[in-house]
């Protein structure tokens, strides 16, 4: 991936700086994460983004008629640049970029929760405090996954930093102390 995020990157930023300077960082990061989210449930979509087939100008229209009305106008300046140039394949990788850019910016962190079940509004709550307490940031954004595989309790991954208060790793850590007692 070093190569797509050295591709990326020059995207990612001027979009931040433009967006800074218009004074809608917050709106652009939350558009940002709606487009993944439309590219990440449209196979469809990336598929056509992606096509040699289709001319930037064909695609350019498509994403207008699709966002025009729900993103501010650098957004659609990049949707544009990146048809242009046809870069379209890479929207994903800059709009993470750019996610990530933001977040450095606002000083917020990351963590990404797989947990046995879904967790309640209070649960989150308590959560999110105490992560940010461990982070030392502002504010904490999550990225919620269930997997009822871990039986009870949660994972909590910040970057390289992996809390794991799951019952499924502890019976592994069991497993392992009772392994090297024998």
Known sequence: MPLLNSIATPYAEALLQVAESRKET???AEQAKALLAVLSSSPELRAALASPVLEPEAKKAALAKLFDDQVTPAVQNLLKLLADRQRLPMME???M????LYRELRNITLAKVTSAAALSEEQQA???RKVQAIAGSKSVEFDLVVDPSLIGGFIVSMGSQVIDASLSGQVRRLGLALA???
């Open 126 to 128: 308590e959560l999110n």
């Open 26 to 28: 917050d709106a652009v």
């Open 93 to 95: 990788a800059v709009l």
């Open 97 to 100: 970029r750019f996610l990530e």
């Open 180 to 182: 090297q007692v024998s």
